[in-house]
Structure formats: structure tokens, C-alpha cells
């Protein structure tokens, strides 16, 4: 090969590897900038308190938090250090608490680390449930989780990996029933 053609396929070779030098940086800046808009919550709360009413004006739930980030494009928003308060419809208050929380416009809640799940009517035979994920429907008041599980009553405590119930008729299954301790009194 000639100088000369040997020079030409130098130069080739530089101008091919400077064009896709450039080529790569554009789609990293645009890969991050897409990045930067999916990681961008519409909006932020801070200290969030925010009742929730039916169509007849009835307080169906409450939610305060330390933070919230409203997701409208994809239809969730997140919550640090969630406290979910349920009505049901006889007025019986469920208190859910968590570390972080997901309330997707579904209706539905999906709450992990140190979940707690406490009924406020002193009366009522279930008091607590605990759990580090859980998925609660806010419209029918089902929950569900594949985790482990510790059901708290009066005089009783029962543990399971996993449970599938709801808060309003306070039926519960235990999916694979682990240890029942009674404490007669």
C-alpha cells in the first residue's frame, strides 16, 4: 500500500473513531436526561396529612407522612414512613403503618418494612397483624402478602408465611400456618 493510501486510511480511521466518540456521548446525555425525567416525581409532599371521603361525604381513609412523590405519568405515588387510617363502613378504624408505602390509582397499597396493621376498635378479636410486605385493596379491604406473617390477638398469636383476608369481615387464611401459641387468662 501506498503512502498515500495508507494516509487516507488513517485519516478514515481517526474521522470514524472521532464520528462514533460523538455518537456514543450524544446517546449517553440523552439516555441520562431520559433517565433524569423518569426518576422525577410530578410533585413532592413533605409532612403530607390528606383525608380521603366516599361520594356520601364519609371519611373512607386517611394518610399522613413524611414524604410523598406523585408519579402521574405512571399512575403511583410513594411514601416514606406511611400511616394509612381505613374506615370501614360500620366506622371501625384500621391503622397500617410502614416504612414505605406505593398507592398505585388502582385503589391498591402495597406497604413494606415493618408493616403493622392495628385495629383500633379494642373490641375486636384480630389486633394486630404484622409483616414486612403486604398489599391492601382500598376498595373491597382485602389484603394479601407472601411474607411472613404474625397475627395478634387478646389471648392468641399465630404465625404463618403468608395470609390472604379482609379487614371488613375480618376474615383471614393463613397460607402456611407456622406456630399457634395460646395464653389462656
Known sequence: MSRIGLSIAI??????????LMLFDDDKKINERVDELVLTPTYEAV???????????????????????????????????PVYTVFLESGEPWQITAEEGTLYESSKIQLERNVVIS???????VKEIKTEYIEINLTDKTIY???????????????????????????YELKQHVQTQYFPQ
Open 11 to 20: 485519516v478514515f480511521t481517526v474521522l470514524l473513531g472521532l464520528y462514533m
Open 47 to 81: 409532612n403530607l396529612d390528606s383525608k380521603l371521603f366516599d361520594e356520601n361525604g364519609v371519611l373512607s381513609h386517611q394518610v399522613a407522612a413524611d414524604k410523598m412523590e406523585h408519579y402521574q405519568p405512571f399512575g403511583f405515588m410513594v411514601f416514606d414512613n
Open 119 to 125: 385495629n383500633l376498635n379494642t373490641t375486636e378479636y
Open 145 to 171: 402478602s407472601d411474607q411472613a406473617v404474625e397475627m395478634i390477638g387478646e389471648d392468641y398469636n399465630v404465625r404463618s408465611i403468608g395470609i390472604l383476608g379482609n379487614l371488613a369481615t375480618q376474615q
